[in-house]
């Protein structure tokens, strides 16, 4: 962990009684950072499916990506209400044109083609029906795995995310107790608490805590040239930091 910390003394009157004279008392500012973070293994993962035909003919192209992505969508709905995913999304399918050489010397001539796309997504809670559904799919025709974004679910990400802001607070007082001690100072009293990047005039990164790592899965190739599906989900990590303003 990264500690900073500063410490400034200023002066502070007080009397005792009218008879008294004024008595400056030192009270230093001490400044800290506070951090915590944990790994917990991932509960949800998001395959993404990509459709891609291409080809001479228009017509051809689209039917092709359209009957893929019906029966991709068909199946994503079958997993949600079967239990095995939590949701489904889908893009419509889009065409283009794009131009294309062949050929080679003076027998090369440009052609005219068309590529129709779609991209589906399926959150899945069983990674069984994850792995099993995205090596079937890697098999069909204009369709590929394009990649596995692995992530937590909202109530365990929610329930974690609060246990680290106490730790972190608790971090930062203990550092602040930890500095007064060994100066020979009482126990310090906070004064004021941010969130990351929210301390006025730093700047900064935007509040609160790191996003969920998200692993990125590619397809490999086994000796034999075949597909096989890499399929291991990933720890998330997720962390807060603050910095807190301490007085002693």
Do not use: C
């Not at 993962?45 to 990509?50: E, K, L």
């Not at 051809?60 to 009957?67: E, G, I, T, W």
């Not at 990164?205 to 969920?212: K, N, T």
């Amino acid at each position: 962990m990264k500690t900073r910390a500063a410490g400034t003394v200023a002066a502070r009157e007080s009397g005792r009684g009218s008879d008294s004279p004024t008595q400056e008392v030192a009270v230093v500012s001490i400044a800290v950072t506070g951090e915590a973070g944990t790994r917990i293994a991932a509960e949800r993962g998001t395959v993404t499916i990509r459709i891609e035909a291409s080809g001479d003919d228009r017509t051809v192209v689209v039917d092709r990506a359209v009957r893929q992505h019906a029966a991709l969508v068909a199946e994503a709905k079958a997993f949600v209400e079967a239990g095995d995913a939590t949701a489904w999304e889908a893009a419509d399918v889009s065409t283009g044109v794009f131009e294309e050489w062949i050929g080679a010397g003076e027998t090369q001539e440009r052609v005219r083609r068309f590529r129709a796309q779609a991209r589906v997504s399926v959150r899945f809670a069983d990674f069984g029906a994850l792995g099993a559904w995205s090596l079937d799919v890697a098999g069909r025709e204009d369709v590929a795995v394009e990649n596995v974004a692995w992530a937590l679910s909202s109530g365990t990400r929610a329930s974690a995310v609060d246990t680290l802001r106490a730790e972190a607070a608790r971090d930062a007082t203990a550092r602040a107790a930890a500095y007064a001690a060994a100066l020979g100072l009482p126990t310090p009293r906070l004064t004021a608490l941010w969130e990351d990047g929210l301390r006025p005039g730093t700047g900064g990164s935007s509040p609160g805590f790191p996003e969920p790592a998200r692993a990125m899965r590619a397809m490999a190739f086994d000796a034999g040239g075949g597909p096989t599906l890499e399929l291991q989900p990933q720890d998330i990590e997720l962390a807060v930091v603050l910095s807190a303003d301490l007085e002693a």
